[in-house]
């Protein structure tokens, strides 16, 4: 089993939808679980991280961590066109290393 | 552009041939990350170092690739012998270390395509 399992889509919605991206993880000595955003031919760019359980918003993006179920999701309001691109979560122990899942393809479309 | 940048940005090489990428972090990062990302997949960790000191190796990291960061800058990465399964997207990303998250800035990637 991977550590941080995610489900690769692609997911297609129409500009305005809710999106909802989730993850899975294996490991509870999780510290902070983050979202990375990935463009077409672009290295990942960290987009929102929550330490340990909990919801933290950044405007159209809510990141959610539920530990009972070893669940991560992230929101995603109003999506918009620019919003295409591939989704990566990952965890990070507090250390230097980064495990990351496998991406979820959003397209979002006009 | 005070981003991480990597050369070359693509790279096309027969079977068995060597190469070298290399990646130039943001000036004050101490912590230095390659990763290998193939389509549909997320980035793979395969080494790290902090400053000049590779402190950890992936597993992944087969005797035929060795990475350099000499005086703690630049670092390079090099496959000898390349195969086709090394084609794949090589990531460089670099961070500040310290307390808290460890956020990873990457570099746009070099893509290896051994024909």
């Known amino acids: 089993q991977k550590e941080v399992e995610q489900d690769p889509g692609p997911l297609s919605v129409p500009e305005g939808a809710i999106v909802s991206l989730n993850c899975t993880y294996s490991?509870?000595?999780?510290?902070?679980f983050m979202w990375y955003r990935q463009y077409s031919r672009k290295g990942p760019e960290l987009l929102m991280y929550?330490?340990?359980?909990g919801n933290k918003e950044d405007g159209r993006f809510t990141a959610q961590v539920d530990k009972s179920s070893k669940y991560i999701s992230l929101f995603i309001r109003d999506s918009q066109p620019s919003d295409s691109a591939t989704y990566l979560c990952?965890?990070?122990?507090?250390?230097?290393?980064?495990?990351f899942g496998a991406g979820t393809r959003l397209f979002v479309k006009a | 552009d005070t981003g991480v940048s990597q050369n070359p940005r693509h790279k096309i090489t027969k079977r068995g041939q060597n190469v070298t990428f290399r990646c130039d972090p943001i000036?004050?990062?101490?912590?230095l990350y390659w990763y290998r990302q193939t389509l549909g997949q997320g980035p793979e960790f395969l080494t790290y170092?902090?400053?000049?000191?590779?402190?950890?190796k992936s597993r992944l990291l087969s005797d035929r690739f060795s990475a350099e960061r000499p005086k703690g800058s630049f670092s390079t990465l090099e496959i000898q012998r390349t195969e086709q399964g090394d084609s794949a997207m090589y990531l460089c990303?670099?961070?500040?270390?310290?307390?808290?998250?460890?956020?990873?800035?990457f570099g746009p990637g070099t893509r290896l395509t051994v024909l």
């Open positions: 990303a670099s961070s500040l270390g310290g307390a808290g998250i460890n956020e990873q800035f």
């Open positions: 490991n509870s000595a999780f510290q902070y």
């Open positions: 929550t330490y340990s359980s």
């Open positions: 990952a965890r990070d122990t507090g250390g230097f290393k980064t495990i």
């Open positions: 000036s004050e990062h101490n912590r």
């Open positions: 170092f902090q400053n000049e000191a590779q402190l950890e």
